[in-house]
């Protein structure tokens, strides 16, 4: 009986270069990320923030303005309670935007802010500001243009109104992920439509539209934001105010508070501004 020697293994196949490189690169920029931009670097400035004059000195300059902060993606309200003491202390009356995580839907997360707003200019007798970080300062600029009678003024920080999906990859992964997870039934989250579609297309129309000249904005922007491309956060309806901070650090970062606070004085003092019964 002849003995038959087993067949060779099967030569292993290789990823063409061009992937292997592509994936390579991939990775490294997610390295490069995470180590940019994460919770211990957001809050590296802190310490820098509370020693700052900007911080030290309280001027009482708000005048018992209203303000309404709106977080960013996957935050929620506690991202920015710094912003909120910093706030309080000088006069202002800040309020949250009420949309949790700002993980849901965008027409009904601007829903809920504008019903937020309306509340909070009643409550405090006057058009109050509105302070959003990253995608809740798209979401603050379609709640302007909606309902500029609520509005005395708007702070965009880090805030890609020009190209909402042009964020890093990741961010974009996560937005996919629970957009398949609405569509499998669970409820509160942004669906395919935020995406693509018809309704994507009305709110970058929302986006683009002119703000009221009642309405100032500022926009915040960093070219180290490992987030969103700086160009993305331009918005032409704005004055521009550049930063060196990351992305997620913005909150504590003594340079935007130095940015905006002239403005939400000059904001607060508006003797003009028609007062709500």
Do not use: K
Not at 223 to 242: K, M, Q
Request: aromatic letters at 4%; charged letters at 25%; glycine letters at 10%.
């Amino acid at each position: 009986m002849t003995e038959t020697s087993p067949a060779p293994p099967a030569p292993r196949r290789r990823a063409p270069a061009n992937l292997t490189t592509a994936i390579r690169v991939a990775t490294a920029d997610t390295v490069r990320l995470l180590a940019r931009e994460n919770a211990f670097t957001a809050t590296r400035d802190l310490p820098r923030l509370v020693r700052h004059p900007v911080w030290r000195t309280r001027r009482h300059c708000g005048q018992g303005r209203g303000v309404v902060l709106v977080p960013g993606f996957f935050a929620g309200s506690p991202s920015l309670s710094v912003t909120r003491r910093w706030l309080r202390d000088r006069g202002f009356r800040p309020r949250d935007a009420g949309i949790g995580f700002d993980v849901g839907c965008t027409s009904d997360l601007v829903t809920r802010l504008e019903e937020r707003l309306t509340r909070h200019v009643r409550d405090t007798g006057g058009r109050v500001v509105l302070i959003g970080h990253s995608r809740g300062g798209g979401l603050a600029r379609l709640a302007a243009v909606r309902r500029p009678d609520l509005v005395r003024g708007l702070v965009m920080l880090g805030s890609p109104v020009l190209d909402p999906l042009g964020a890093h990859p990741l961010v974009l992964g996560a937005a996919r992920v629970l957009a398949r997870l609405s569509a499998a039934g669970l409820p509160g989250l942004i669906d395919a439509g935020c995406l693509a579609g018809p309704c994507r297309d009305e709110h970058l129309a929302g986006l683009a539209a002119p703000l009221s000249p009642d309405v100032p904005a500022l926009a915040v922007y960093s070219r180290r934001d490992g987030i969103v491309p700086w160009r993305s956060c331009l918005d032409p309806a704005a004055a521009h105010a550049e930063v060196r901070s990351t992305h997620l650090g913005m909150s504590v970062d003594p340079d935007v508070y130095s940015a905006i606070e002239p403005v939400l004085t000059e904001w607060a003092n508006d003797t003009a501004d028609s007062r709500v019964a």
